[in-house]
């Protein structure tokens, strides 16, 4: 026989001066729903801890990578109680009032530990309107990513990768699928010392915006085209299975580096256009969200703190094939020792990594502006062009 117990408690937002109630569900209060993404970086790591940690019982769902990219966060919200989100979604999250701020939840200790032990801008990545919604637990950005036995060397420049894309024809392919294309687009741009956003506003001058889609264009015009749609795990795949040689800028996934089959991947700095210390990157990697139905006892604030600490996250997180988030399991000689020194080698580029706008319609300004892109690369229009209508897409998708 299951009995359920409701109770309801108010949370108070002072900056909308309105309540929203939260559902206490079961008669063991440390009883949690999760949902996680269908990736084994996403989830093994997760299940193990809740399988290890025996304070709280936390049951972690999966869901493909689509729906973790697309599926509106409230709805999920209603459904579970802890969330694995990435950051460019936090703003359209807390406006909908569907998170609840870790400041509401924990200490300045735990906060600050937070900020000081987190990879480069993870820790800001999830600030919205002064609050942080959610604890970074995976941290990853664009990086190079090549055929550890391929035939293309290591590129140190973006002039250098469209210099080896014409020699080395169809074994040089960019990152192109769902939103990665504008991402590369913004990489190059950064490098090429571009600022994209002040504030909610697209800044770049249209002069490195032509100068950047010309490089991808460039490359494009010798890599492989059926790769186009592919996002980073299908184009990883696709590397290892020896379609291709080298990504120049794509998501870094640590599993690739020591691969059960096919071939390794060799991961390192992303490209720059002459200046090292411009590596334009963009940050991803995903935090912890905990939903507004959920009441954090004390026993999962202890869960989801212990999970990210240096310990757990050098030894746990690294061995059940998760990619950290911890500075200290980064820099960890063990850790490197075995990924094939993918931490130490995608340190600089990690850590400097561009954090995108959070305002609520970014993420469709982001989907579309690449579908943009992919379709100005196939159809041949000129950068100019491309960029007008980027500008123009960002007008339409601004808020209010």
Not at 136 to 147: E, G, L, N, Y
Not at 199 to 223: P, W, Y
Not at 232 to 259: E, K, V
Not at 323 to 334: G, L, V, Y
């Amino acid at each position: 026989m299951r009995i359920e117990i409701y109770a309801h408690r108010s949370r108070y937002d002072e900056r909308r001066k309105t309540n929203y109630h939260i559902e206490f569900k079961g008669l063991n209060m440390n009883n949690f729903k999760g949902l996680t993404w269908g990736h084994p970086r996403g989830y093994l790591p997760l299940q193990a801890w809740a399988t290890e940690d025996k304070g709280v019982d936390v049951d972690w769902s999966i869901q493909k990578l689509e729906g973790f990219e697309s599926h509106p966060i409230d709805e999920l919200a209603r459904e579970y109680d802890l969330l694995i989100v990435d950051n460019p979604g936090i703003g359209e999250a807390a406006e909908k009032q569907c998170l609840l701020p870790l400041e509401d939840f924990l200490n300045e200790e735990q906060m600050f530990f937070l900020k000081q032990t987190s990879m480069g801008a993870s820790y800001e990545s999830y600030r919205y309107e002064g609050k942080h919604w959610a604890i970074p637990v995976d941290a990853a950005s664009q990086v190079c990513a090549r055929a550890t036995t391929g035939d293309v060397p290591q590129p140190e420049s973006w002039n250098d990768v469209v210099k080896l894309s014409q020699e080395f024809s169809g074994k040089i392919a960019m990152s192109l699928g769902g939103p990665h294309a504008l991402l590369t687009f913004y990489s190059i741009s950064q490098s090429l010392d571009g600022r994209l956003f002040v504030g909610n506003d697209l800044v770049l001058d249209c002069k490195t915006a032509v100068s950047a889609l010309e490089i991808m264009r460039e490359i494009f015009t010798h890599q492989q085209h059926d790769l186009i749609n592919l996002n980073p795990i299908g184009l990883l795949d696709a590397m290892q299975n020896g379609m291709f040689d080298l990504c120049p800028a794509i998501f870094g996934y640590i599993n690739y580096a020591t691969p059960q089959q096919g071939r390794a991947v060799t991961f390192s700095n992303i490209p720059h256009c002459g200046d090292s210390a411009l590596r334009g990157s963009v940050l991803g990697g995903t935090g912890l969200a905990i939903s507004a139905r959920c009441n954090p006892t004390p026993e999962l604030i202890e869960h989801l703190m212990r999970y990210a600490s240096d310990g757990v996250q050098s030894s746990l997180v690294v061995n059940s094939g998760g990619q950290p988030s911890n500075i200290t399991a980064w820099k960890s000689e063990q850790a490197n020792l075995r990924t094939n020194n993918f931490f130490a080698n995608t340190f600089e580029t990690v850590s400097s990594a561009y954090v995108r706008p959070k305002y609520d319609g970014y993420i469709p300004f982001q989907d579309t502006s690449a579908a943009i892109i992919r379709a100005g690369l196939i159809g041949g229009d000129s950068a100019e062009h491309i960029f007008s209508s980027i500008k123009e897409n960002h007008r339409n998708h601004l808020p209010g």
